[in-house]
Structures are given as C-alpha cells and as structure tokens.
C-alpha cells in the first residue's frame, strides 16, 4: 500500500494542502492539489476523489452561497483506495497522515551529526589503523571527521572576534557545564591563555589572528586546562530538492505569500519547535510589521535559511509582495488623481476600471504564453495601469470637448473618432520603446519588453471599447446638464463658470501663461535642473550579485549576516576537473610499480594507454582521444583531485585572499592519503585496493561522476565545492582568474609529470637498443632503471608546508 501510494502521489504530484482547508465539503476530507490545477481530497475511509469541478470566480462565487445556505456537495471521481486491511479497527493511516500521499520535495537530508557519524564509523574512511589507544579511536575520527567538516556542516569551534577572556569563555560554555565551573576559574582561563599565547608571538593579538584550525585546537587545549568537556559544535540540516521541489520552491520553501501555502520545510520547523519565517504582511511601509521581531519574541529558536533555492524564491516573493504594495500606491495615486481632476465619481470609476483591466489583461497574456511572471516582469501591470489610466484621461478630455462643442447626443463615438489616431501613436511610439528591450540577452529584460510592449498595444481594445460603451451608459453629470457651446454661441475653448472643471482648467491655463511669459527663465532652470541630474551619474552601480537586490531590512539578508558571521560563507562555486579516459588506468599500486621496474620494455607505452586509444586517432588530433603513456592510478587521481583542493583553499582560503571559505571534494570523505613513494609501497597498495572497492559508492555521491555521453564520454568527473561570501562585493571576474592562475601550475605539473616519465622512458630504451645491437639480439641485457638528477631545487615538501603564489585581493 504504501509504495502503490509513493507512486501514485509521484505521478500526480500531489502537494499536500494547508489543515484549514479540511473538511471544506463537509465530508471531514483532506485536500490536495497537482501542479496542472486539479484538486484531490481523501475521505476519512482511505478513498481518494478527483474533484471535478473548476476553480473559478463564479464557480467559487457559486459554492461560497450554497455552503452558506448547507446545500453544498461534493462531486469527485474515484482515482485511488486505500483501504485498511481486515481486522484492523482504527482510523486509515493513510487519511490519518496524509503526507504520505503527498509527492517527495526533498531527496536528502542530512545533518553534520549524520556525516560524522558515516565517518567516523568503525572501520570507516578516518577511523584510525596507527598506535591509537583503542578506547580513544572514536573520539579521535570523531575529531578528524568534524574538522573536515567544519565551515561547511558544522560552525566554527569559535568566533573571528573571540577575544579569550574569562567572560568570553564562560559565555561560550553551556548551562550544564557553567553550574560546575570551580571557584578559581578567572585564573585557570588567565593562565591557560598566557600559556597558549606562547605559540604565537606570546600576545593576544596574535592569538586572534591565527587561522580557524588553530583558534580550533587552541579551544580544545584550554577546555582540558580548566577541566571542561569540550562543547559541542553548532551543526545545520543540509537539504536537496528534487526536480518537483526545484520546479516549485514555494511548496518547498516558501513563505505563504499572498495567501498562498506555506512552504514544507517551514510546516515541519514549526512542528519541530523551531520558529520558521511567518508569512510576509502585505501593508505597504510604514505599516507592515517585521516578521524577524516577532520570531524573536515568539520565544523559539529562529529558523535561517540560506542557498540558491531560498534566493530564488526570496526573489519572487519579494516581487510579489512589491507588486502588491505597488499595486496598493498606484490605486489610492491614480484613484485621488482621478476624482480630483473630473470631480465626477462615475468617471473616477471608469477610469481606474480601465487601467486596472490593462493590468490584469497584462498578466493574463503572460499566462496563456506559458511565461513565468519573475521579479523583472512583477513591475509591469502598475507600467500597463499608469499607461492605461492615461489613454482613459484622454479619452476622457475627448469626450468633454465633444459634450460642449456638439452636444450628448453621440459625444462618445465622435470622441473616438478624434482619440483613435493620437492614442494609437502614443501607444504604438511606447510599445516600440519597450520592444527595443529585446535586444537584451537577459530573459528577464527581454520577456518585459516584449510582454509590456504587448500589452501596452492591446490596452487600446479596452480603450476603444468599453471606455465609450461605459460613457454612453453611464453619462457624466456635465453631460446631462450641460448644452453644447455652439448652441450658446460660445467660443470653441471658453468654459463655463459653473463647469466642475473650470477651476482646475484655469489653474493650468495660468501656470501655461507664465511658463510662456518667463520662457528664459524657465529654459535656465531647467538646464540647472538637467545638470543636477548628472550629477547623479557617477553614483550609478551596477552589480551581478543576487542579493544587493533585497533592501537591507529584508529577512535573507539577516539570515544570511547571522550565518555568514557564526558558520561559514555560503554561496556555491564549483570547480569540476575532468580526467579523460587516457590519463586513466585501471591497474593498482602494485602493477604500476611492477611496470615501473620494466619501464625500458618497448611495450611499456602500449601496456599503459587506455582501453580504445590508438596512434592513429593521436595522430588525428583528436583532442578527446589524446594519448598519454603514463596514465594515473585511482589513488593518483585522488591525489591530483587533493591538490588541487589544498592549493585552491591556501591561496584563496583564509590563509590567501580570504574570499572562500572551507572546500568539499572526494577527499574530504576518503582517509587520509599515503604520502607518495618512489618504490613500491605496501601502504599505497592497500589503499588503492580499498579505494577501487570503494569506487562505486563514490560514484553514488555529489562529488565524483561518469560521463556518460557526448565528446568527453568515459572522463571522470571530480567535483570540489567551494564557498563565496553571499554579502561580500566579490569580482567575480577576477575570482575566475584567480582560481585559473591556482589550479592551471597543477594541470601543467601532471602534463609535466607526462613528458619526463617519457623522456625517461625513450633513454632507457634507446640505451636498451645500443646495447642489443653490441652483444646480439639472442643476449637480452638488464633493463636498469633511469637516475634523474634535479638541479636548482630543495627537496619537495607537502602541500601543507609549500609556499603558495600570492594572489593580492583587489578588496
């Protein structure tokens, strides 16, 4: 029952709805919906029903007034039963949980207990194999394992601005450990600093410059000095989505916009006693109120949130939220406008009726194109509403003049016939404005121009239509009173007195007389006006960077400063270093060392090519099939990926320009590699073996891939996770090139690493071959194996010790 509901809620895509909308029909059901529109509920016996009718405004209109007056019922077809078995008396498990009819949103879930626990596991990747007292081996891979693992899945041991006084460290501690602290605290912690301080410069400042690993072990020292347990470290829940959540964030992790359901994870934080963002207030500022103060207040723990997926739907939520009070201002602006201009309530109301029919029309365009409405197209319907308002004076104005001039009578189609040409220039001179967006390579910029252009042009149907229909029908009350002024003997533009709009009109037609007495004046000010304005200019800035789109205040950008500040940095970068199929080699440790032994054999290059690779396609130049002679071992391969990992985070890490945080690759997950070797080593053969078996549950994770088709097919992907500063000002122009200038000196060492061990080779068997034509073909001579003598160069150390190229940071 449960996998046929798996499958079932997976096909549907069934959204679990929100508990207020249960027993709905009356019928004690709970409700779901699918992503094309339908709606599901499940009665209290296990039954699921497709509800067959629609919902829309009259529909809805319709069953709001027969669930008042309790004639409603509810109409659904049978699509699934899930039944209890027999025998069994208690309410369905299935109506009892309806989760589990609702489809996955997340594929993983994982905690920094969780890893450490996969680990640090007896016999796992850092369980140690030395000298270790067996009683302190879970300890000590527990230890590697949150090390590894710190910046990314747990927080710091403590913070950048730790300052090591006794009032810092009694803070840091917990309750339970500060009930027990003994009564010469104060002086344990002075002298446990002083002697710590040793190591570094024997000043406290250099105690708070030192790198995280080392205030790290520096905390540890002083917890065993002052006889503390060591307090366990601030972990986080790291999610994935799957494609359905992906495709629909707000189910996942959205807010509750506008009405709208809550996202999954925020139901389950509340559930959890956590204290999850609440929906968003609609009320334009001053008067909404602030979501993170009332979180704070609730008394819970505060749920933060950070990754791409909460930046996205952060993005859309914000948009609509700013459509909303958008929406809110221009209807209230546009409205007073109105009335104040016509004195006249009825067209007040035709007016705004247009220009929010312009708006919804807008929309409604977007969506029979199949468009999504992103943050960039949210600000077009109060364009389309101020624009259609406009045409709606206009049209207006038109018809005032024709109600003077002519009369009532047909005032509304004469005033069509002199609006139709100027409205349409005016509309058609903006639509080709905004269609000029489409130049932009920018989806966002290119779907408004070309849907506002759109609906800029059919707001004319609207105006051209129902604007004269509504005047005909609904006469204004100058119309009805008024008589024409040829019939008084008028001229053409006098107005009466006791027009309603004869102040105003003589308002503007003053201020009209001024501008044109002062033109001198007014051309000066405006040049000094003109000038002001560029002024601004150099103020402009433009940035790539997600975040500088949300206002200060908003809740992303705090729960990004509290993250940020207490765990690690946290917008990804990844580095992919693909290993084409000739640099592969499925042999271990122990053959290598064997073919190295026989390295003066002719048929060593052969022996070593990858499955597949000839000299003919070499000779081609088929970038995708070019031959190396001496390809790398998996344990290699693991080694080049560590490299290039160690070189990136000490040059761009917190001991080079500071701009990324922890990495995460492969090796983060394997034990610690064995230190190379010129011979063959037992170590490494062990390793490699370990590692080969290994190999499949690697592939299973987010870090190591096959590529499985186009040119590159067969290439090992290897993947390293860095991390960038969500509210930092990174170039990431010159991040690129910084990463390029760390990681390129690796690639070029392997390529090296190519070229001598073939030199090698080729002198080898060049002297193989002299000496066979001395003694005769018959008399095989010992193959010796090549000395290289290196010039110029102290002995290589690790990469831990190595000094590193200095990248100066631009910030």
Not at 34 to 48: A, F, H, N, Q
Not at 427 to 453: D, E, K, Q
């Amino acid at each position: 029952g449960h996998r046929r509901a798996r499958e079932l809620a997976e096909k549907l895509q069934l959204f679990l709805e929100p508990s207020a909308l249960d027993n709905w029909g009356g019928l004690g059901e709970k409700w779901f919906a699918s992503p094309s529109g339908r709606y599901y509920y499940l009665t209290s016996d296990g039954r699921l029903f497709r509800w067959l009718e629609g919902s829309n405004a009259v529909g809805g209109l319709g069953r709001m007034i027969k669930r008042a007056l309790g004639r409603y019922q509810l109409h659904g077809e049978l699509v699934a039963e899930f039944a209890q078995p027999s025998g069994v008396d208690r309410t369905n498990e299935f109506y009892n949980d309806p989760t589990l009819l609702a489809a996955s949103l997340f594929q993983t879930v994982q905690t920094g207990a969780d890893l450490v626990d996969q680990l640090a596991v007896e016999g796992g990747p850092l369980w140690p194999i030395d000298l270790t007292d067996l009683d302190q081996r879970a300890s000590v891979a527990r230890a590697r394992a949150t090390e590894r693992l710190t910046g990314t899945m747990f927080a710091p041991a403590l913070p950048a601005d730790f300052d090591w006084t006794p009032a810092a460290v009694f803070d840091r501690l917990p309750a339970e450990t500060r009930e027990s602290l003994p009564a010469d605290f104060d002086i344990l912690v002075r002298g446990a600093v002083e002697q710590i301080q040793q190591r570094f410069g024997g000043t406290a400042e250099g105690l708070r410059r030192a790198s995280m690993d080392e205030r790290a072990q520096a905390w540890e020292e002083l917890c065993l000095a002052i006889g503390v347990p060591l307090p366990p470290r601030q972990t986080c829940i790291l999610v994935t989505l799957t494609t359905l959540g992906k495709d629909y964030l707000g189910r996942s992790v959205g807010r509750g916009v506008v009405g709208g359901p809550r996202g999954r994870l925020m139901i389950l934080a509340d559930e959890s006693g956590l204290a999850a963002a609440p929906p968003p207030s609609m009320a334009p500022p001053p008067f909404d109120r602030d979501a993170a103060d009332l979180a704070v207040a609730d008394g819970r723990p505060v749920l933060r949130l950070g990754g791409p997926p909460v930046d996205n739907i952060a993005i859309d939520e914000e948009g609509t939220i700013t459509l909303v009070r958008l929406v809110g201002y221009s209807g209230l602006i546009g409205l007073g406008l109105a009335f104040l201009c016509f004195r006249s309530f009825n067209l007040t109301l035709m007016v705004f009726t247009v220009g929010v029919s312009a708006a919804a029309l807008g929309l409604a365009i977007c969506y029979w194109a199949g468009t999504t409405v992103d943050a960039i197209l949210m600000t077009m319907p109060s364009l389309i509403y101020v624009l259609g308002i406009s045409g709606a004076i206009h049209i207006v104005n038109y018809y005032r003049d024709e109600v003077r001039h002519a009369g009532a009578s047909g005032a509304a189609s004469r005033a069509i016939k002199h609006a139709m040409v100027p409205c349409f220039l005016a509309a058609f001179t903006t639509a080709l404005g905004l269609i000029s967006l489409c130049t932009s390579n920018i989806v966002p910029i290119y779907n408004f121009g070309l849907y506002s252009a759109i609906a800029v042009m059919t707001t004319l149907l609207i105006l051209f239509t129902y604007l004269p229909a509504a005047l005909e029908t609904f006469p204004p009350r100058f119309a009805l009173t008024g008589t024409s002024a040829r019939s008084q003997g008028a001229g053409d533009n006098q107005l009466e007195s006791g027009d309603e709009s004869y102040g105003l009109n003589e308002f503007w037609a003053g201020f009209g007389r001024f501008v044109t007495k002062h033109y001198r004046l007014m051309i000066v000010l405006c040049l000094v006006l003109f000038g002001a304005g560029l002024l601004g200019l150099p103020k402009v800035k433009t940035s790539v960077q997600l975040l500088k789109l949300f206002d200060s205040e908003a809740r992303i950008i705090a729960d990004y400063g509290y993250l940020e500040s207490n765990f690690g940095k946290l917008v990804p970068m990844e580095l992919v270093i693909r290993v084409p199929p000739a640099m592969i080699s499925n042999r271990t440790a122990r053959s290598e060392a064997v073919a190295a032994a026989a390295l003066g054999s002719r048929t060593a290059a052969a022996d070593t090519a990858a499955p597949g690779v000839s000299t003919a396609d070499v000779s081609q130049g088929n970038p995708a099939s070019i031959a190396y002679r001496h390809p790398l071992t998996l344990l290699q391969r693991a080694e080049a990926v560590d490299l290039i990992d160690t070189a990136v985070r000490r040059t761009l890490g917190e001991s080079g320009t500071g701009v990324i945080g922890r990495t995460m690759s492969a090796v983060t997950f394997l034990p610690p590699l064995p230190e190379p070797s010129s011979s063959y080593s037992p170590v490494r053969s062990r390793f490699e073996s370990g590692l080969a078996k290994s190999l499949d549950d690697l592939s299973t994770s987010d870090f190591f891939r096959f590529e499985t088709s186009g040119p590159f097919d067969g290439s090992e992907l290897w993947r390293v996770s860095l991390r960038v500063g969500a509210l930092n000002d990174v170039d990431y122009g010159q991040f690129v090139d910084d990463l390029r200038k760390t990681v390129v000196p690796v690639l070029d060492a392997y390529r090296a690493r190519d070229l001598i061990l073939s030199a090698c080779e080729a002198s080898t068997s060049g002297r193989q071959d002299a000496a066979e034509a001395d003694t005769g073909p018959a008399v095989k001579p010992k193959s010796a194996a090549p000395r290289v003598l290196l010039l110029g160069y102290h002995e290589p150390q690790t990469m831990g010790q190595e000094d590193f190229l200095k990248i100066s940071n631009p910030a």
